[in-house]
């Protein structure tokens, strides 16, 4: 079974900086796409970023300018570079990996930012 595990979370003050590591058991490669997804209490998981199997990536309109995301294949890790951080960032984030047939999900880190 494939694993994903997200790390890298934690407390910081607004204007502060995180980077989130998604560590993969298998190949990154196998995967049509990647991306950070995130989500606080009554409300939608929303997509945070993603990155294509192409290396094109995409953010929401609420991160960009602020957040990067990225993979190193040879590490099976995907990261997410988090600067600037707003209180509204506050939220369990996911790591997600779209195969071919089935979609995969870490547990979540927490990232509280504090005002």
């Known amino acids: 079974q494939v694993q994903l595990v997200e790390s890298g979370g934690g407390l910081v003050q607004a204007g502060g900086s995180l980077r989130l590591s998604c560590a993969a058991s298998?190949?990154?490669?196998?995967?049509?796409?990647m991306g950070w997804y995130r989500q606080t209490p009554g409300k939608q998981r929303e997509l945070v970023a993603v990155?294509?199997?192409?290396?094109?990536?995409n953010y929401a309109d609420s991160v960009k300018g602020r957040f990067t995301i990225s993979r190193d294949n040879a590490k099976n890790t995907m990261y997410l570079q988090m600067n600037s951080l707003k209180p509204e960032d506050t939220a369990v984030y996911y790591c997600?990996?779209?195969?071919?047939?089935?979609?995969?999900w870490g547990q979540g880190t927490q990232v509280t930012v504090s005002s």
């Open positions: 997600h990996a779209r195969g071919w047939l089935q979609d995969y």
């Open positions: 298998g190949s990154i490669f196998s995967f049509n796409s």
């Open positions: 990155i294509t199997s192409g290396g094109n990536t």
